[in-house]
């Protein structure tokens, strides 16, 4: 008879043979924070990226439209003129699930990134800064949508 | 394999602006289809830009980027003959590396 314990041992040690086997695509991807990616919350986001309690500050900015015609490609930047920082994250908070991006910086790239996301409904947007320290910095913008991006 | 991604990587002062645009569906996953059936997540989890083949920097996406992504960073201190190498790899295991010369 074997415990639930001895299973549970069992079923990782097969995955990490798998895993090893390259026939897991997720072991691949191991860094991809799933409880930040299924967090609602700009709070739940930083608690899962382990960051401290979130301030809004001048040194982060977030660019973007005021309204954006297409739910579907809004641009969106975020950017922040402190030193060390470390992640530049994009949150939109009416969407099912908050975080959109999440961007690990090295000293070696300014702290400016731009990209597009998708969003089902006028909202809040975030840019997030987290520092080396942990020290988590944010600012918002709210962006209007006519026309939302989740649809269909 | 997916497209090509098309990267542009411009010296703007002592950094150089990258500019990537990736050919992916970005299928979020909450979409459903004729018959009421929900369309399987497919998305880019994870971007990754390297500067002469040095990783400078590491994206997580989530399901809400844009499909056929957008991405603009800058990398300091690149010059013109720079190789800047982007990779993506997404949720199905599928990935993607392309390169582009600093100019």
């Not at chain 2, 569906?25 to 040095?54: C, L, Y």
Request: with cysteine; hydrophobic share 45%; proline share 4%.
């Amino acid at each position: 008879m074997q415990t639930r314990r001895e299973m549970l041992a069992h079923s990782a040690t097969v995955v990490g043979l798998l895993g090893a086997a390259g026939m897991l695509p997720a072991a691949a991807q191991a860094a991809w924070n799933e409880a930040a990616f299924s967090a609602k919350t700009l709070a739940d986001v930083v608690k899962a990226m382990g960051g401290g309690a979130p301030a809004e500050s001048k040194d982060v900015t977030v660019t973007g439209p005021d309204i954006a015609e297409n739910g579907a490609v809004v641009p969106v930047g975020a950017s922040s003129s402190a030193a060390g920082v470390k992640r530049l994250m994009l949150l939109v908070e009416k969407n099912p699930n908050a975080l959109a991006a999440s961007f690990d910086l090295t000293d070696k790239v300014e702290a400016n990134v731009t990209t597009r996301v998708k969003m089902g409904q006028s909202s809040n947007v975030y840019a997030v800064a987290m520092m080396g320290d942990g020290k988590v910095m944010y600012a918002v913008k709210e962006i209007k949508v006519t026309l939302g991006g989740c649809g269909g | 394999m997916a497209d090509p991604m098309r990267i542009r990587a411009q010296v703007a002062g002592d950094k150089a602006t990258v500019r990537v645009l990736m050919s992916h569906e970005m299928e979020t996953g909450q979409r459903k289809d004729s018959s009421g059936k929900a369309i399987p997540a497919w998305f880019i989890q994870e971007v990754t830009v390297a500067h002469n083949g040095a990783p400078v920097m590491t994206a997580q996406w989530g399901p809400s980027v844009s499909k056929n992504p957008f991405m603009q960073c800058a990398i300091k201190g690149a010059k013109a003959g720079d190789k800047v190498t982007v990779s993506w790899t997404d949720n199905k295991g599928d990935k993607r590396t392309d390169e582009a010369t600093v100019s």
